[in-house]
């Protein structure tokens, strides 16, 4: 099975970008949609961003259209999250999960596969 595995994280100010990474370790992702999932303090995790197993499919949520890139490399058996414009209410966890399924689900109890997160800290 595969074991995601974050990186990427820190402190930005707003208006900046950063790159999340997510690498698949013990499995590849061929075989899963992935998901970036988010958590800020005394707050649901919340769907913020999905990929398909092809790569041809992504899902965005509404607060992060526009600003958030998800993408895959096949190669590199990693999916990545271009983060840009940041805006204060984007800090939290960012959680990179893997599911079995046709298409990446926005609710996080669907992925069994998750990484350990890595902080991300936009300052104003």
């Known amino acids: 099975q595969v074991q995601p595995v974050e990186s990427g994280g820190g402190l930005v100010q707003a208006g900046g970008s950063l790159r999340l990474s997510c690498a698949a370790s013990?499995?590849?992702?061929?075989?899963?949609?992935v998901g970036w999932f988010r958590q800020a303090t005394g707050k649901e995790r919340e769907f913020v961003a999905g990929i398909s197993r092809s790569g041809a499919g992504t899902y965005y949520a509404d607060s992060v259209k526009g600003r958030f890139t998800i993408s895959g490399d096949s190669a590199k058996n990693t999916v990545y999250l271009q983060m840009n414009t940041l805006k204060p209410e984007d800090t939290g966890v960012y959680y990179c999960?893997?599911?079995?399924?046709?298409?990446?689900?926005?609710?996080?109890?669907?992925?069994?596969?998750w990484g350990q997160g890595t902080q991300v800290t936009v300052s104003s």
């Open positions: 013990g499995g590849t992702f061929s075989w899963y949609v």
């Open positions: 999960a893997a599911a079995e399924t046709l298409f990446p689900p926005r609710s996080w109890s669907q992925y069994p596969y």
